[in-house]
C-alpha cells in the first residue's frame, strides 16, 4: 500500500530542490498562492478530480491527466466539489530541466491516455517520491532522472501526434515480440476492427503491423548478433522467428545484408577498435602527424594528386 501524505506536513515553499508526495484529498482541500511560486508544480492525477485556478481560467484534471504549473504564475488549486482527488505531484527548479522539456504555456495538462504510459509515468513519481525521502547518495540527481522521464514523456506527445490506441498496440508488440500476434487479438486489445487498425497504424507508422513487428524484432536480432556471443539462427528464435530462412530474408530487408555478413562486419569493426586502444599515446601521435603531413603534401601548391586504385 501506497503511503498518503499529508498536505499539512509540507510548508509549500520552494528550496530549489525536488520536493515530492502523495495527496488524497476531499472537496475542503484548497491551495492558494496569490503570488505565485519560484518552482515549477507537477500533478499527476491517478484519480478522482482537481482544479487548477490561473489568470487564463479555470481547467479540470482527471485520471491520466498531467498539470505543469509554470514560476510565477497566480494560482488556487484543489479538489473539485463532491469529488476526491488522488494525486502525485513534485516541485522542482527550472535550473535543473532542459528548456525544450518544458511547456511554455502558464498552465499544461497533458492526458497520458494509454494504461502502459500512465504506469510508467507513476513509477516515475514512485522513485522521485522514494529518492526524496530516502535522501541516499545522489538521491537529487536520481530525482531529476526520473523527472526527466516524465518530462520527455510529455514533450514526445506534444511533438508527435500518436493516437493513443496505436501507441498502445505498439507498446503490445513490443511486449510481445517473441508470440505470434494476430491481429483479430491485437485489433480487440486496442478498442478497434482489425480493419481500422491495419488502416490507422499504416496511416501513423508507414509501416503494417507486421512489418512493424518483424523490424521490431531484426532490430533486437541485430543487438543479440553484435553484443552477445549469440549465431544467427539462436537470435533469430530468442526474438520469435520459427523460419530461419525467413529471418534471413527480413534481416536483409532491413539491413541491406544477410546475418552472418552483418556479423562479420562488426567483428572487423571491433577488431580494428581493439587495435587502435592498443596503440600507445606516442603511436597515436606519431600516425595523426604522418597522416597531416600527408594531408598537406596532397593539397600543397594547388598540384592535382594521383592515387592508387
Known sequence: MDRIDLPSQFDGKAYGIVIAGHFQTDDTYITSRPQGMDDWLIAFTLSGQGYFVTPGGKKICSGGDVSLLKPGTPHVYGTEKNQSWNFVWAHFSSRHIEEKLLPVEELSIQTFETGSVRKRAYRAFRRIISDS???????????????????????????????????????????????????????????????????????????????????????????????????????????????????????????????????????????????????????????????????????????????RP
Open 133 to 307: 525521502r530516502e535522501r541516499g547518495e545522489y538521491w537529487h540527481e536520481l530525482c531529476l532522472e526520473a523527472l526527466r522521464e516524465i518530462l520527455m514523456l510529455l514533450a514526445q506527445r506534444r511533438n508527435q501526434k500518436l493516437d493513443p490506441r496505436i501507441e498502445e498496440a505498439l507498446h503490445y508488440l513490443s511486449q510481445n515480440m517473441r508470440q505470434s500476434v494476430r491481429i483479430d487479438a491485437l485489433a480487440k486489445s486496442v478498442g478497434l476492427s482489425p480493419s481500422r487498425l491495419s488502416h490507422m497504424f499504416k496511416e501513423y507508422t508507414g509501416l503494417s503491423v507486421i512489418d512493424s513487428l518483424n523490424k521490431m524484432r531484426i532490430r533486437q536480432a541485430a543487438l543479440l548478433l553484435e553484443h552477445t556471443g549469440r549465431s544467427a539462427a539462436e537470435a533469430a528464435y530468442d526474438v520469435g522467428f520459427q523460419n530461419y530462412n525467413h529471418f534471413i530474408n527480413q534481416f536483409r530487408k532491413w539491413y541491406g545484408v544477410n546475418p552472418s555478413t552483418f556479423k562479420k562486419n562488426v567483428r572487423h569493426r571491433t577488431s580494428g577498435l581493439k587495435e587502435l586502444g592498443s596503440m600507445t599515446g606516442r603511436n597515436v601521435r606519431d600516425s595523426l602527424r604522418i597522416q597531416n603531413r600527408d594531408d598537406q603534401h596532397g593539397h600543397h601548391g594547388g598540384h592535382e594528386q594521383h592515387h
